[in-house]
């Protein structure tokens, strides 16, 4: 595909929309996961969490080709995800058989790190899929959910100080998006009687 040809801008804009629809559910992930610490804190795990996240990203983007041919990788990600979406909000409702939210830096950012190297997948398919093998466009992909992430996280963060009922919603929210993981995983499609 050559550079700045309609073939690469219409790729790069697929990239673009795909990046846009799916980081909402990992702003919401980072923003439940820093919710515990000091807000001086909060920005830090913020950047480091998605610095990470986006390193694993690119890690996982250039492996895609492989990534398809895994069977059950959504659905193990998509139980994964379960289980860390009911650990961020399970110290909030008073149940003491599991941890709340992770209160010090390192663990928002470890959890920021797996969470959404786990939610990526989605994010890692798509984009492989939009890029047509092109390495830039995989970049520049990579390049344009960072602020999109950032942003989101931040401003989520800020809604749920204000309103806190919003992190049982950001939690509904990683839940369905691991069902759909796992709903989506083609060695499951026959089960769930989808073949």
């Known amino acids: 595909m050559e550079f700045f040809s309609p073939a690469w801008w ?41 610095v990470g996240a986006i390193a694993i990203r690119s890690l996982m983007t250039l492996g895609a080709v492989w990534l398809l041919k895994v069977p059950g990788l959504l659905a193990v990600g998509g139980a994964a995800l379960l289980w860390i979406a009911w650990g961020l909000v399970a110290g909030d409702g008073g149940d003491e058989t599991h941890a709340p939210p992770p209160a010090t830096l390192a663990g928002a950012m470890k959890t920021i790190i797996v969470a959404d190297a786990l939610m990526g997948i989605d994010n890692v398919l798509g984009v492989a899929g939009a890029a047509h093998g092109s390495f830039s466009l995989v970049l520049i992909g990579l390049l344009v959910s960072v602020p999109i992430v950032v942003f989101g996280s931040t401003t989520v963060l800020r809604l749920m100080d204000r309103w806190p009922w919003l992190g049982k919603a950001g939690a509904a929210v990683l839940a369905f998006t691991a069902l759909k993981m796992i709903w989506d995983d083609p060695l499951l499609q026959g089960w769930l009687g989808r073949a």
């Not at 795909?18 to 804190?41: F, Q, T």
Request: net charge positive; proline share 5%.
């Open 10 to 50: 219409s790729a790069l804009l697929a990239i673009i929309l795909i990046d846009l629809v799916l980081a909402g559910d990992n702003a919401i992930l980072i923003a439940l996961a820093a919710r515990a610490l000091p807000p001086a804190l909060q920005k830090r795990a913020i950047a480091w969490g998605t």
